[in-house]
């Protein structure tokens, strides 16, 4: 079986990370940072960093308007942290310029639960991946306020004072998370987006 090309948008964040646990997954894995490089690839992650500044870089590198065409012609996507952010259709708490990609019907909360030092880890049961619940990190995280009918929640945080937040969302090809499981180990979630990539 081929392996699907997964490109990680190389503007900012951990990119390394996403290579290596797509390349674990069995995928062929790359950074990509060009229009042209989008070509090659089957499917895309966005991960975590800072979305205003990868907002910014995505018209500096004029990477907009081909990624808005490839996720309209479904090519699958993956965003984690600030990803997830980018490919939502409402930030709140946001900065007025910044624009993402407004792939999932959802509105997310930037920051949601808190600063930096407010970083915390959970477990979490998501739907569609096998096992014990996901060991997850949460670095300054955004959390999903709503959804539209088309999204289906795949995992929730219950054990925080800020109560039941949506953490993970699925809408047809479009995946978003608001930990970083490239931090961990547990391949099982670049798994669950490496064989969306081979359906599509």
Same mark, same amino acid.
């Given at each position: 079986?081929?392996?699907?090309?997964?490109?990680? &948008?190389?503007?900012?964040?951990?990119?390394?990370?996403?290579?290596?646990?797509?390349?674990?997954?069995?995928?062929?894995? %790359? /950074?990509?940072?060009?229009?042209?490089?989008?070509?090659?690839?089957?499917?895309?992650?966005?991960?975590?960093?800072?979305?205003?500044?990868?907002?910014? +870089?995505?018209?500096?590198?004029?990477?907009?308007?081909?990624?808005?065409?490839?996720?309209?012609?479904?090519?699958?996507?993956?965003?984690?942290?600030?990803?997830?952010?980018? #490919?939502?259709? =409402?930030?709140?708490?946001? %900065?007025?310029?910044?624009?993402?990609?407004?792939?999932?019907?959802?509105?997310?909360?930037?920051?949601?639960?808190?600063?930096?030092?407010?970083?915390?880890?959970?477990?979490?049961?998501?739907?569609?991946?096998?096992?014990?619940?996901?060991?997850?990190?949460?670095?300054?995280?955004?959390?999903?306020?709503?959804?539209?009918?088309?999204? =289906?929640? +795949?995992?929730?945080?219950?054990?925080?004072?800020?109560?039941?937040?949506?953490?993970?969302?699925?809408?047809?090809?479009?995946?978003?998370?608001?930990?970083? /499981?490239?931090?961990?180990?547990? #391949?099982?979630?670049?798994?669950?987006?490496?064989? &969306?990539?081979?359906?599509?």
């Amino acid at each position: 079986m081929t392996a699907p090309v997964i490109g990680v &948008l190389a503007l900012q964040g951990d990119v390394r990370e996403h290579v290596g646990a797509l390349a674990g997954a069995g995928a062929d894995a %790359r /950074p990509i940072r060009r229009p042209g490089e989008l070509d090659a690839v089957d499917g895309l992650v966005i991960p975590g960093g800072e979305s205003t500044t990868i907002s910014k +870089l995505v018209d500096i590198f004029e990477m907009r308007e081909p990624i808005d065409k490839r996720i309209a012609a479904g090519m699958p996507v993956y965003g984690s942290c600030a990803g997830m952010i980018m #490919l939502a259709t =409402e930030v709140l708490d946001g %900065r007025p310029d910044q624009r993402g990609f407004a792939g999932i019907e959802m509105t997310v909360r930037r920051n949601a639960f808190g600063r930096q030092v407010d970083s915390f880890e959970a477990s979490v049961e998501i739907a569609g991946v096998q096992g014990a619940a996901f060991h997850a990190v949460f670095i300054r995280a955004p959390w999903v306020e709503r959804v539209g009918p088309g999204v =289906e929640v +795949l995992g929730r945080v219950t054990d925080r004072p800020v109560g039941d937040r949506i953490v993970a969302v699925r809408q047809g090809n479009l995946l978003a998370t608001s930990f970083h /499981p490239e931090l961990t180990g547990d #391949l099982r979630l670049h798994r669950y987006f490496v064989d &969306l990539v081979r359906a599509a």
